[in-house]
């Protein structure tokens, strides 16, 4: 046979004239050996992965005295707040002791009744113990239902049979007159003359005179 053309009548070019034919892409490289003396060059195929079982996947196994995790235990519940016992009472305050310069403030149980005396035109004296309606002949009304009845001697009739009611206070005799028929008026110590109205009461310093129609009679606080 001719080594230049083959069986078929083709012409093969000798050995390492043409560069050998590339692979299509995705097929993995042969690696080329160098030809053996004397005959062609052959090429070994690079072993790739099996299309038939994949790639091999080592496998794994955990080690033999590899510490096993414990399970987690659930949180405790919060503890309840500690009781704190109630701090006892103070004791009462001891009283401060008394010193020459401590202010002590004493009140009577009862104060006296301001004390009130009419004084009469011959001289005679009748004391007032509390609320008193005077006249020829006077009675307790509503105003005063529980106040004393001063009965006056008046020849000449002038006197009302309750003529006015007086009631002793701590500085003035509140003095009222009860509509009588001739009127009431005071004299004051300065000798100035005041009218009353009926039906009001007014105030009478000590040392005055009430005129109840031609009767007088002074007042004074003892």
């Known amino acids: 046979m001719d080594p230049v053309s083959g069986k078929d009548g083709y012409i093969k070019p000798p050995p390492g004239l043409l560069p050998p034919p590339r692979e299509p892409e995705g097929v993995p490289q042969r690696e080329q050996v160098p030809a053996v003396p004397g005959g062609m060059p052959f090429f070994t195929p690079n072993p790739g992965p099996n299309p038939t079982t994949g790639p091999t996947i080592p496998n794994f196994r955990p ?68 609320a008193t309606f005077i006249g020829r002949n006077p009675t307790a009304t509503g ?47 300065n000798g100035a003359v005041t009218v009353l109205e009926p039906g009001r009461t007014s105030p009478v310093k000590t040392g005055s005179q009430l005129q109840l129609g031609s009767f007088t009679v002074t007042v004074k606080r003892d």
């Not at 109630?86 to 008394?98: D, Q, S």
């Not at 020459?100 to 104060?111: C, E, G, I």
């Open 63 to 130: 080690p033999a005295n590899a510490p096993v995790p414990a399970p987690t235990a659930p949180p405790a519940p919060p503890a309840p707040p500690a009781q704190v016992p109630a701090a006892p009472p103070a004791p009462p305050a001891e009283p401060a002791p008394v010193t020459a310069q401590t202010v002590q403030v004493t009140r009577p149980d009862s104060v006296p009744a301001p004390s009130w005396t009419l004084v009469l035109a011959d001289g005679s004296r009748v004391a007032l113990g509390g």
């Open 143 to 189: 105003a005063a239902p529980d106040a004393a009845v001063l009965p006056l001697a008046d020849p000449a009739k002038s006197l009302s049979k309750t003529h006015a009611l007086l009631v002793p206070e701590l500085d003035y005799l509140m003095v009222t007159d009860l509509h009588s028929t001739n009127g009431l008026a005071v004299i004051a110590p």
